[in-house]
């Protein structure tokens, strides 16, 4: 057995070890940096019973984003608006409407972005300005009771 350890060899080789780990590392979180996202406010008149923050977005029933941030509106507090993160190549369109839509019998909703027409233009934010806004209601379920 050799006494002497090549001190240069085992330091080359945990660098380079460190630096495969790093890149790997990088390498699977370079699919979510890589996406981009459009904000939107979606503002509800119904209640949003069982939406919380981190809940889907769909469009045409395609999981496209999430709930960032609820609030009351501060000019109307019987108004709720829902802060989403929809992903920028979702044609959200000025005459998209939202609905929320249940989720099972468990109670948890999510919110349902309607198409829009073809020929509508598209809503996409503009810098300076806040979060364009989208029409919401209330679920089916909601309506009945």
Known sequence: METKANYVLIGAATVAGAVLIMLFAMWMASGELNRSYHQYDIVFDDPVRGLTVGGEVRFNGIKVGEVEDLNI????????IARVRVDAQVPVRADTEARLEPIGLTGVTLIQLSS????AR???PTFGAGPPRITGYGSQIDILV
């Open 116 to 119: 829009g027409t073809p020929d």
């Open 122 to 124: 598209l809503l996409r």
């Open 73 to 80: 509106d501060p000019e109307n507090t019987n108004r709720v």
